[in-house]
């Protein structure tokens, strides 16, 4: 079938990772104090949004600290761009959507749980600062514009303090007392600027170099570039140590290699103590900027490419033979003292970013756009939650953002015909909205499935109506295109080479989601395609992250052996 020629050639693209540069140039707007939609006046909000070549980023901060963070994201986006060979080719992603909250107390607030992207685990006081989620109509980032309190008065602190003050005991014994004494240590702060780019690497290559990674090697890429750095003349310095790192290891203990490498650590709470990003940078910097002997760099290779096959940690740790060696390595790494990479100029790809104020209606559903992939989780929808979303957007003046919010969390939590009228109050508005003409063919679907046998067939068909349209417009936006294949796919009916493809352009579209990919590799394994099926599984199956949607992938490829193995 013609679907294989192009299914092959997608193959060597999931090998490979997704291209990226730089996408077309945003024009700098006009802000004014309101907002007008559809003819009525809508009070601003305090806060902003800017928009550049790859990320849309909201804000309450100032437009000048949006636009310097904006621009920096662009940058260190071109600096990863160069460094992994992204900068000739086009890029299709979806561009990441960027909320900076006022504290990490709105995590607690919004009850995020980093359900696909669960770093560390790190001890405590470095938890809870960022929330991030490869969803499959684009991926999402929330970090807290708060400088991060590190507490250093730890047990190990103190111990150690008693430790180094017994060995300084004259030669006649003389210390008053007997009683050694503990140094108060006041707390450092990590930059919450710190925290973002550290995300924001971690998605570049989450999403433009798709493969499966080690957690704590996402970790230490992470920590790597989270001190980067735009120094006045332009040129940028990146892989810095990062302040007080010294002060860290003896408050968190000294790396201990044999734990990481053989994921002894992610095993019950004993390594949460003695994991931090601290630890994770220098980890990746020792094997990426060490200048590693040829013998222990092949070794290095060797391991990320068992993982990347699927082997455990700690079968592809034995790659590196006596890993005391290994230890023994980078303590002396360690004491010689790292090195950091400087680059020359970097300006953000496409220019200053589009900022706009936020109008108070589509600032009332900020928290919820984020809110709703953890309250939906799981197929048990927060009915409470979805209370008071529906009385918060009743308050509000007619507003589109506002309404296909409240349209997708409606279609998620089943509520299909409330979903429908979202929709369609938009449509009423704006015809050719994309969005909301792929939530009502979505809530027509549904209704279609749960309705009678008989009008099934013909529910489909008129479902698929404005889905279709939608594709007419935009051929390119994941979520008509997920909706079009999934109104063959949850039908049970034969999917079209048509909605396959489209499928395809969607994993190319947010490459680090894993939904899509367990949605294609089930339809290749209808089709017979075992060997593609797993292709496309293996940053979900392999990778860092025990997302939702690895137990499915694991249960799919399961069944599929057993039917093969029945079959013979």
Avoid at 135 to 140: C, F, L, T
Wanted: glycine share 6%; hydrophobic share 45%.
């Amino acid at each position: 079938m013609a679907i294989g020629r192009y299914l092959a050639a997608a193959a060597i693209w999931w090998s490979v990772a997704t291209p990226a540069a730089a996408q077309q140039p945003p024009v700098q707007a006009k802000t004014g104090p309101d907002i007008v939609v559809q003819g009525a006046v809508d009070a601003p909000s305090a806060w902003r949004r800017a928009e550049s070549a790859h990320v849309i980023v909201t804000s309450k901060g100032s437009e000048a600290e949006l636009k310097r963070v904006t621009n920096a994201l662009e940058r260190l986006y071109a600096l990863m761009a160069r460094l992994y060979h992204r900068t000739d080719a086009a890029d299709d992603t979806v561009k990441l959507q960027v909320t900076l909250v006022d504290s990490a107390d709105f995590f607690q607030a919004m009850k995020l749980r980093n359900l696909r992207s669960e770093e560390g685990p790190y001890a405590a006081t470095f938890a809870g600062e960022r929330y991030y989620d490869p969803r499959e109509d684009g991926p999402v980032l929330a970090v807290a514009r708060t400088d991060q309190v590190i507490k250093l008065s730890t047990a190990l602190a103190e111990d150690r303090d008693v430790e180094d003050a017994s060995g300084s005991i004259d030669s006649e014994g003389s210390m008053g007392t007997g009683m050694a004494e503990t140094a108060n240590r006041p707390p450092i702060a990590r930059k919450w600027e710190a925290v973002l780019y550290s995300a924001f690497a971690q998605h570049f290559l989450l999403t433009y170099m798709p493969a499966a990674y080690p957690r704590w090697y996402l970790d230490g890429v992470g920590a790597l570039f989270s001190t980067f750095d735009v120094r006045r003349d332009g040129k940028v310095d990146y892989a810095r140590d990062p302040l007080d790192y010294r002060q860290v290891f003896y408050a968190y203990g000294s790396l201990r290699v044999r734990p990481i490498l053989t994921g002894e650590y992610l095993e019950g709470d004993a390594g949460k103590a003695h994991w931090t990003p601290y630890h994770a940078w220098l980890l990746t910097h020792f094997f990426l900027f060490s200048q590693l002997k040829p013998e222990r760099s092949q070794q290095f290779q060797r391991y990320m490419a068992e993982i990347g096959r699927g082997v455990p940690l700690a079968e592809a740790a034995k790659v590196f033979g006596d890993l005391k060696r290994v230890q023994h390595d980078l303590d002396v790494y360690q004491e010689r003292g790292t090195e950091y990479a400087r680059a020359d100029a970097v300006p953000p790809p496409g220019g200053d970013p589009t900022i706009n104020v936020v109008s108070r209606s589509s600032a009332a559903v900020i928290e919820a756009r984020l809110e709703l992939g953890t309250r939906l989780a799981g197929g048990a929808a927060d009915s409470a939650w979805v209370a008071q979303l529906h009385d918060t957007v009743a308050d509000l003046p007619y507003n589109a953002e506002a309404l296909l919010t409240e349209a997708e969390v409606e279609c998620r939590a089943g509520q299909n015909d409330a979903c429908l009228d979202s929709a369609e109050r938009v449509l009423a508005k704006t015809p050719d909205n994309i969005r909301a003409l792929a939530w009502k063919g979505i809530a027509l679907t549904h209704q279609a499935l749960a309705g009678p046998a008989s009008d099934r067939v013909r529910g489909l068909k008129a479902a698929r109506v404005p889905i279709v349209r939608a594709l007419r417009i935009d051929n390119d936006t994941p979520l008509p295109l997920l909706a079009f294949f999934n109104s063959y796919a949850e039908a049970g009916d034969p999917v079209p080479d048509q909605a396959v493809l489209g499928l395809v352009k969607v994993t190319q579209a947010v490459p680090a989601a894993p939904g899509p990919r367990v949605a294609l590799a089930r339809e290749l394994l209808r089709q017979g395609h075992a060997d593609l099926a797993r292709q496309v599984l293996i940053p979900v199956l392999y990778g860092g992250y025990d997302s939702p949607e690895k137990t499915v992938a694991q249960t799919l490829l399961a069944a599929a052996g057993s039917a093969q193995h029945a079959a013979r």
